[in-house]
């Protein structure tokens, strides 16, 4: 599906997404992927969701945003409680969501001005 935006002036956007795989700006990304407006981070995991560590949520954490979107794939999966406990720490707000809802929901709040992160599995 192909995602229309608002004016958001050289920031990171979703462009389209589909089974496997998410556009940014227009550039197709089949890995496990963290999209900040100002930075793209490739594999920031090379877990699937049953292998995500505390580590993997620990980056997330120490990430310059206010709310992470974590989009778990096809299907809509919370992580374990003990995972999230970095970002709980950090006061920094987690929405876990389908991979089609956190990306929509992305360029949403990056049109607002919000500082949001949206960590993708891809895998």
């Not at 890995?31 to 490739?42: F, G, K």
């Not at 929509?104 to 599995?121: C, D, F, H, P, Q």
Request: one cysteine or more; charged letters at 20%.
């Amino acid at each position: 599906m192909k995602l229309q935006l608002a004016q958001t002036d050289g920031l990171n956007t979703f462009t389209a997404y589909g089974e496997g795989y998410v556009s940014v700006n227009g550039i197709r990304h089949n890995h496990n992927v963290t999209v900040l407006p100002e930075r793209l981070i490739a594999e920031w995991t090379k877990a699937d969701f049953n292998s995500l560590t505390v580590a993997d949520f620990e980056f997330l954490a120490g990430l310059d945003a206010e709310i992470i979107l974590f989009g778990t794939g096809k299907q809509l999966r919370f992580p374990r409680p003990e995972l999230m406990q970095p970002l709980v720490q950090a006061q920094k707000g987690l929405e876990v969501m389908d991979l089609q809802a956190a990306c929509r929901t992305y360029n949403i709040l990056l049109s607002e001005g919000r500082k949001v992160a949206a960590a993708l599995l891809l895998a």
